[in-house]
């Protein structure tokens, strides 16, 4: 993994006359899918055998076996998940409750009420019902704060939900909206426009990124620093690599070593790690070496114990990977949902998504 990078993915859908879908419940094998950043991106099929679900019903009862071919965090009610070399929605119950009879070459899960699609070469978002709305746009992205990036050859702007242009395309590269502000690329540089379009912090950036606790990660030159809702920089570019501030704590990169500044700038634990992810929930899982470990804001080490890898917490938990299998643990370091899945991702709404063997369930808290 590069020490710095940060990946602007706007799958940017089509018009918005609008078409009512059929939703049908289905499940099987099929062709299996990946799930990359905003859409699901379909890989060559693979041979699967029968998956047992017992381990499933072992640690809870109130889980999705393993049936799909791919699975998303639950948002909004509904998880996304791939199955028979398609893509639907399930609600908390494992039903699939929507799923566009269209060829489908990639979805988004739902964010503020609709979700993205892709199909036949045409961009567009469904809704929870199943209606379908297409554009006239070559792109588009998910919504936030009401508006979402679209593009139009190669100019980008934003939309409403009801498919009103609210600025017009005129930016080389647009981001989303988050905290009432989104960062554009004009002329080769980057600044700030607010929900009406106008530039309230002029392009000067060579990089910029979205606002997370009143900061904004902004690059100058090499170096990365952080921009204020003040419009100042706050935090000047001196670090090599920069992530947002989580936790009132940011991880910066100094040379190949990671450590985390306060919202002054001064260094609050100093570099020391080989990575480092962000404060959720008052923990941190950073890595030494080929471990992982927690931290707490102090930077002091949590449970005295490591893990191959070990993710950020999540509605009380954190998947972690110890002997090859993944778990979950509480803040105080205990396993209470034992490491038996092959791979595992954050609770979301109550729910996580787990894979055994080449197949992607759900499981509930206990």
């Given at each position: 993994?590069p020490f710095?990078?940060?990946?602007?993915?706007?799958?940017?859908?089509?018009?918005f006359?609008?078409i009512?879908?059929?939703?049908?419940?289905?499940?099987g094998?099929?062709?299996?899918?990946?799930?990359?950043?905003?859409?699901?991106?379909p890989?060559?099929?693979?041979?699967?055998?029968?998956?047992?679900?017992?381990?499933i019903?072992?640690?809870?009862t109130?889980?999705?076996?393993?049936?799909?071919?791919?699975a998303?965090?639950?948002?909004?009610?509904?998880?996304l998940?791939?199955?028979e070399?398609?893509?639907?929605?399930?609600?908390?119950?494992?039903?699939?409750?929507?799923?566009?009879?269209?060829?489908?070459?990639?979805?988004?899960?739902?964010?503020?009420?609709?979700?993205?699609i892709?199909?036949?070469?045409?961009?567009g978002?469904?809704?929870?019902?199943g209606?379908?709305?297409?554009s006239?746009?070559?792109?588009?992205?998910?919504?936030s704060?009401?508006?979402?990036?679209?593009?139009?050859?190669?100019?980008?702007?934003?939309?409403?939900?009801?498919?009103?242009?609210?600025?017009?395309?005129?930016?080389?590269?647009?981001?989303?909206?988050s905290?009432?502000?989104?960062?554009?690329?004009?002329?080769?540089?980057?600044?700030?426009?607010?929900?009406?379009?106008?530039?309230?912090?002029p392009?000067?950036?060579?990089?910029?990124?979205?606002?997370?606790?009143?900061m904004?990660?902004?690059?100058?030159?090499?170096?990365?620093?952080?921009?204020?809702?003040?419009?100042?920089?706050e935090?000047?570019p001196?670090?090599?690599?920069?992530?947002?501030?989580s936790?009132?704590?940011?991880?910066?990169?100094i040379?190949?070593?990671?450590?985390?500044?306060?919202?002054?700038?001064?260094?609050?634990?100093?570099?020391?790690?080989?990575f480092?992810?962000?404060?959720?929930?008052?923990?941190?899982?950073?890595?030494?070496?080929?471990?992982?470990?927690?931290?707490?804001?102090?930077?002091?080490p949590?449970?005295?114990?490591?893990?191959?890898?070990?993710?950020?917490?999540?509605?009380?938990?954190?998947?972690?990977?110890?002997?090859?299998?993944?778990?979950?643990?509480?803040?105080?370091?205990?396993?209470?949902?034992?490491?038996?899945?092959?791979?595992?991702?954050?609770?979301?709404e109550?729910?996580?998504?787990?894979?055994?063997?080449?197949?992607w369930?759900?499981?509930?808290?206990?």
């Open positions: 993994m710095h990078q940060k990946t602007r993915s706007l799958l940017l859908l089509a018009g006359s609008s009512v879908l059929m939703a049908s419940v289905q499940t094998q099929g062709r299996q899918v990946r799930l990359t950043g905003d859409e699901l991106q890989v060559p099929p693979a041979q699967t055998a029968p998956v047992p679900s017992s381990d019903a072992q640690t809870q109130n889980g999705i076996p393993p049936q799909f071919d791919s998303s965090d639950f948002s909004e009610g509904l998880a998940v791939g199955f070399g398609t893509y639907g929605f399930i609600n908390r119950d494992g039903r699939v409750v929507v799923k566009p009879d269209l060829e489908i070459s990639g979805m988004s899960s739902f964010s503020e009420g609709l979700a993205v892709r199909f036949n070469g045409i961009h978002f469904i809704d929870q019902k209606q379908l709305f297409v006239p746009y070559d792109a588009v992205s998910r919504f704060n009401g508006l979402a990036a679209v593009r139009k050859g190669r100019q980008y702007g934003y939309v409403d939900k009801s498919g009103k242009v609210v600025i017009q395309p005129q930016f080389a590269l647009a981001t989303a909206f905290e009432g502000l989104a960062a554009v690329k004009l002329n080769s540089k980057y600044g700030y426009v607010d929900r009406s379009g106008k530039l309230v912090i392009p000067q950036f060579d990089d910029a990124w979205e606002f997370a606790e009143g904004a990660v902004i690059r100058q030159g090499k170096k990365w620093g952080y921009l204020g809702k003040s419009k100042r920089v935090i000047s001196q670090f090599d690599g920069a992530f947002s501030f936790g009132s704590l940011a991880r910066v990169r040379g190949d070593q990671w450590g985390y500044v306060n919202r002054k700038g001064a260094i609050a634990i100093p570099p020391q790690f080989s480092a992810s962000d404060f959720s929930q008052g923990l941190a899982a950073v890595q030494t070496g080929e471990k992982w470990s927690y931290i707490n804001p102090s930077g002091q949590m449970f005295n114990r490591q893990f191959d890898f070990a993710s950020n917490f999540s509605e009380g938990l954190a998947a972690v990977k110890v002997n090859g299998k993944w778990g979950y643990i509480n803040p105080s370091g205990h396993f209470t949902i034992p490491a038996i899945f092959d791979n595992a991702g954050p609770f979301s109550g729910m996580a998504r787990v894979q055994v063997g080449e197949k369930g759900y499981i509930g808290k206990r």
